[in-house]
Nanobody, 126 residues
Framework: QFQVAESGGGLVQPGGSLRLSCAVS????????VGWFRQAPGKEREGVSC????????HYVDSVKGRFTISRDYAKKTVSLQMNSLRPEDTGVYYC???????????????????WGQGTQVTVSS
């Protein structure tokens, strides 16, 4: 069974950093694109970033460009999201998701992903 689990959330002050990790079990990660999504209270889930199966292609939503970096470790079967210069508007539950994509392709559209984690809370507040 394909399982996805996030970790690394927490409370951080504005301008601070957090590193989220997404662990995938049971299947090799090589054929799966992975995306990070977030949902703030009262808002719809939105795409944040994604990385293609071969790791050559990444996408970011405009609001996080230059601040967030997505990366993957095939040996550890993990995908990380390094978040720097955090802002209060980055607050929300962050989800990791995976789906089969062609090698150099990914999207930040939630409806294209099949396997989801339970989410991890990120709160940016002074």
């Amino acid at each position: 069974q394909f399982q996805v689990a996030e970790s690394g959330g927490g409370l951080v002050q504005p301008g601070g950093s957090l590193r989220l990790s997404c662990a995938v079990s049971s299947f090799p990660l090589d054929y799966y694109g992975v995306g990070w999504f977030r949902q703030a209270p009262g808002k719809e889930r939105e795409g944040v970033s994604c990385i293609s199966p071969n790791g050559f292609v990444t996408h970011y939503v405009d609001s996080v460009k230059g601040r967030f970096t997505i990366s993957r470790d095939y040996a550890k079967k993990t995908v990380s999201l390094q978040m720097n210069s955090l802002r209060p508007e980055d607050t929300g539950v962050y989800y990791c998701a995976a789906t089969r994509y062609s090698n150099s392709y990914c999207e930040v559209r939630p409806d294209t992903y099949d396997y989801w984690g339970q989410g991890t809370q990120v709160t940016v507040s002074s």
